[in-house]
């Protein structure tokens, strides 16, 4: 039987130790329901990507209880990402960042001789951000098998990933069945920016709050 538990004191103190041993937590995030784990444990990522069946080539996202976690990843947004981040974080928004050396997380992705690289994002959502502070930052993918819609309640997620989640966590619908926008920097684009995924932020609500970060240095 699936574990399913409201979101208190005590689920998130279990959600916490099964984080800390390599186990896979359903959440819900400002946009979708993800499934998370441990983002320092190379058994638990992979947890998520036999969950999900999901190819070894596509990323996972890291998420962050605040912008202010990324030095202590060892990651950094560059400049342009970085804009944008004042404007959209907490929100729908999940930039590409770039890693030091430093950087333990093991869901780093790397494309040849290109630099390591982690898309984050600090959801918009007072109940996420609180299971973020017990839990620690958390690797993350929409709780669906890969291809399928993205779940906005967790009787969706438990239907699409059944027994194979040690812990959903409750916390009613999401907004949508839309993730989160994905971005890159790249200096080869005429804006200094490539989106990867265009979702709940549109490419045009992007351009324009870069265009007024860069001109005014003011927020959209």
Partial sequence: MNDVRAIDEDSLALAAKIVSEGGLVVLPTDTVYGVAANPFSAGAVNGIYVAKRR????????LLSSVDDLAGLGLYLPDALARLSKVFLPGPFSPIAVARQDSR???LHKEKEAERTQAVRVPDSQTCLE?????GPLA????NRSGGESPKTVEEAVAALGDEVDLYLDGGPTS?????????????????I??????????????RAL???ENRGVKE
């Fill in 194 to 207: 490539r989106i990867l995924r265009e979702g709940v932020i549109s490419e045009p609500r992007l351009l």
């Fill in 55 to 62: 190819p070894r080539s596509k990323a996972l996202q890291v």
């Fill in 176 to 192: 949508s069945h839309v993730a989160s926008t994905v971005v890159a920097a790249d200096a080869n684009e005429p804006n200094g």
């Fill in 211 to 213: 265009a007024n970060s």
């Fill in 140 to 143: 993350c993918s929409s709780a």
């Fill in 131 to 135: 299971t973020l502070r017990v839990t």
């Fill in 105 to 107: 997380l093991v869901t």
